[in-house]
């Protein structure tokens, strides 16, 4: 029974031993991975919420506020982008470029509503009517729960980029195709306020 | 067999089978230990010089033997903690998509809503239910335990008619309540390393023909052989190990097939369900569907196996089962029966339920069960129902059974909650007319389990976050109530905190801890007398020779000795555990009949030894 023989054998053994490490690393970023896709989905939900809402919106401010015309179809068509960005994003949450997408026609839309109610101020009796009231109320507490969403969301991201960021795990990564995962933050500072609405 | 045989029937078999894989180790350890030996011996010839040393060297069976017996650690290793984190880790890990109402189609709101009826009917924590985008049809349940379990169903059986689907997922739903998947995940990892010894074999061998096709003195037959030999060996072992898995497998499911009947009273629901499977196939395209195929309702392999070693029995002969399986009939009052006890007999005019037919309830199910647990549904208040779908409102159903009755401490809780989250604080309140509106306990545990799901959605720093809430909450006015302490701590678990495996033991081992129980429970029965009667009411229902003890003080019975005491209590074997969850039962009962208020603080407790008690529902 050589040495050569033995140390083979423990070379071979070692070598096993790294490799299902490797198959536990991948295992892992596969699941972690998953699990941030599945935390998009509250995202999701949220934002469906908000932009189902604000048609309706628009509709009731429109009785009132006929002139401003221009400053009510910027934020349907906001709103419209929003939702084709977010099919592309909910259909691969994985795609860092689709999450920066909706990230961003979210902003405009934010945008477009803080205008909208800057200029409400002006038509008093539009702030006073009870469906506009409603609908605000639910807007904002929406705007909150998309908040929460967020950063259920983010928490998830960071747990599975630290994952694939660490050392050794990181030649696994990379070798296997994981790219790194997009946080979903709000960008612009000014747009970071939700439309305060105060009746 | 009632829900407690059933899940004494899964440890026996859990044990059985570790036994027989074990040997199966052992059978593996000595033929690679063989294997080389003789590979030696061969290669000796090679060597003139050390031709004659043969016999046994205990160095290298020293050797090898460790090494077997790393590889095979190892690849159960690696399983493992893959499954480690529970049902939705293994739904996620196979590529699963979690739905949700508000973003669901027609097909997914469909299954959602089964489910939801069929966690209100037995009284175990909704599961979350992912879909795997596949045609064919088949359905999974994963988890340890039912506060982990997840469901999984492909696109294929979200087509298919109601019935059918809702026959599926009561046979997923039966192998959480039987107790399956516990044994199952045990299972998967002691199969993945049998099954990595012969992955090594095939990793030589690849090498060795390989490098042998490279060189120029062509390939080292030893190592070739020894390559080769590895795989053979590797592949008995897991033939070994999957004839094991399979034959295990197969009893579950005839057994699983048979509560889904016994749920629905609807043979034709699985059966057709089956038999679509019969003619479309039923294969699942993913890595991980070969370690989990028997976590499947139809075999997930591609490749036909000979029926030996198909992971499920095959289908004509499931479907000549279900179609041959009488149908239950209601059997009234022997004590024991659980098949379809009629709905008159569960409500009395009060409303309230005789406290010797409260084990007969539990984790039971039948046919009047599933439709009384469809129309609670549709009776609980929408705003609510929506609320405990979603994890930020979720949040504030898990708080409400927490929010005292009494202004002044309410209005504390409440400017707590603000504190730290003002939208929570405005949730709260605005939920809470509605909650203190349903009647008392006919809703409230159904809401709490619906909200499971998406309480344990929430990501970790959420979870620890909300629980420091609800600790605050909880400690308000300083004294901690039996039922506050209940809640919490399915509360916790439900956020992901792991309880360690308890050892099995009998009752009459665990007298001390079951009278703490009792003792806790008689304490909020009321006075002095009433208390040392409920106590006697209970002790008296269980087996246990000897007077009943001394009725334990309140300090005896204070959170800080009642919750390891039901930790113990939670390794009880079938007949401890029915023993008593009677006992209590009578405990709590006042006058022999278990009324709303009563039952949820029975139901808080069972659940916490892992008895699931369903809401009681009157016809």
């Known amino acids: 029974m050589g040495p050569t023989t033995i140390v083979l054998i423990v070379i071979g053994v070692v070598v096993l031993l790294l490799l299902m490490w490797a198959v536990g690393v991948y295992n892992n970023l596969v699941t972690l991975r998953n699990r941030f896709k599945n935390a998009f989905a509250q995202i999701d939900v949220q934002l469906k919420r908000r932009f189902d809402l604000i048609p309706n919106l628009v509709e009731t401010a429109k009785a009132y506020m006929a002139h401003e015309r221009g400053t009510l179809e910027a934020v349907i068509q906001a709103r419209n982008q929003a939702v084709s960005a977010q099919g592309k994003a909910a259909a691969d949450p994985g795609d860092a470029g689709a999450i920066r997408g909706l990230m961003a026609a979210d902003a405009a839309l934010t945008g477009g509503l803080g205008k909208l109610f800057a200029l409400m101020e002006n038509y008093p009796q539009l702030k006073a009517d009870a469906n506009m009231r409603q609908l605000s109320e639910e807007l904002t507490s929406t705007e909150n729960k998309v908040a929460f969403a967020r950063q259920a969301y983010n928490d998830v991201v960071m747990v599975y980029n630290t994952a694939r960021e660490l050392f050794p795990a990181v030649v696994i990564a990379n070798v296997a195709g994981f790219g790194a995962a997009q946080l979903y933050e709000i960008e612009v500072a000014a747009e970071r306020e939700a439309p305060k609405v105060k009746f | ?619």
């Open chain 2, 1 to 619: 067999m009632d829900f407690f045989s059933h899940q004494d029937a899964a440890r026996r078999a859990s044990r059985r089978l570790i036994v027989v894989m074990v040997l199966a180790v052992i059978a593996v350890v000595v033929s690679v230990n063989v294997i080389f030996h003789l590979a030696l011996a061969a290669g000796h010839e090679y060597e003139p010089e050390m031709v004659g040393r043969v016999g046994l060297d205990w160095r290298l069976i020293g050797g090898v033997t460790l090494g077997t017996v790393l590889v095979i650690c190892g690849g159960a290793l690696v399983s493992w903690f893959g499954l480690r984190g529970g049902g939705r880790s293994v739904a996620e890990s196979l590529g699963g998509r979690e739905i949700h109402h508000a973003t669901a189609d027609e097909h997914g709101r469909r299954a959602l809503n089964i489910v939801e009826e069929m966690s209100i009917a037995s009284g175990v924590p909704r599961p979350p239910v992912f879909v795997l985008e596949d045609d064919g049809i088949n359905a999974f349940a994963a988890g340890f335990r039912p506060a982990d379990a997840a469901i999984g169903v492909t696109r294929g059986l979200l087509k298919l008619p109601r019935d059918e689907v809702q026959g599926v997922i009561a046979h997923e739903y039966s192998h959480i309540l039987n107790g399956d998947m516990r044994l199952n995940m045990r299972l998967i990892a002691v199969i993945a390393g049998l099954l990595t010894v012969a992955g090594v074999g095939r990793l030589v061998l690849d090498g060795a023909l390989r490098s042998g096709r490279g060189s120029k003195k062509g390939s080292p037959l030893p190592l070739i052989a020894i390559g080769a030999a590895l795989w053979a060996v590797g592949m008995i072992g897991w033939f070994f190990g999957r004839w094991i898995q399979a034959a295990f497998s197969r009893s579950r499911e005839f057994l699983a097939d048979a509560s889904a009947v016994q749920f629905t009273r609807n043979p034709d629901g699985i059966a057709n369900a089956l038999s679509r499977i019969a003619g479309g196939g039923s294969g699942v395209a993913s890595n991980r569907a070969r370690d989990v195929a028997h976590l499947f309702f139809a075999d997930a392999m591609f490749s036909r196996m000979s029926s030996m070693f198909a992971t499920h029995p095959p289908l004509p002969e499931r479907i000549a089962r279900i179609k041959g399986l009488p149908t239950p009939e209601p059997v009234t009052g022997a004590a024991g029966s659980t098949v379809g006890a009629p709905a008159g007999a569960m409500g009395l005019a009060g409303g309230g339920v005789r406290a010797s037919r409260v084990v007969e309830l539990a984790g039971a199910m039948s046919p009047d069960r599933l439709r009384l647990g469809a129309a609670l549904l549709d009776r609980l208040p929408p705003v609510l129902v929506q609320a405990s779908r979603e994890p930020v409102t979720a949040r504030a159903i898990s708080l409400l059974p927490l929010l005292h009755r009494e202004t002044a401490a309410l209005d504390r809780q409440i400017a707590i909650v603000h504190g730290k989250d003002p939208w929570l604080a405005a949730e709260l309140r605005r939920l809470l007319p509605i909650w203190t509106s349903i009647e008392a306990d006919r809703a409230r545990w159904p809401l709490i389990q619906l909200a499971s799901p998406a309480l344990a959605a929430l990501s970790e720093r959420q979870r620890a976050s909300h629980l420091r809430l609800c600790d605050a909450l909880a400690a308000t006015d300083g004294v901690i109530t039996l039922r506050e302490f209940c809640a919490l701590r399915a509360l916790r678990r439900v956020l992901g905190e792991i309880r360690p495996t308890v050892p099995r033991c009998r009752l009459k081992d665990r007298a001390d801890d079951a009278a703490i129980v009792l003792g806790a429970i008689a304490l909020c029965a009321g006075d002095e007398n009433v208390a040392r009667q409920a106590f006697a009411a209970g002790w008296a229902r269980l087996p246990l020779a000897g007077g009943a003890p001394a009725r334990p003080d309140a300090t005896a019975c204070a959170p800080g000795a009642l919750g390891p005491a039901l930790d113990r209590l939670c390794g009880l074997d079938a007949a401890g555990m029915r023993a008593l969850v009677d006992a209590c039962a009578h405990a709590v009962a006042a006058d022999g009949t278990v009324q709303p208020r009563e039952a949820e603080l029975l139901r808080l407790i069972a659940g916490q030894l892992g008895v699931p008690i369903p809401a009681f529902m009157d016809s």
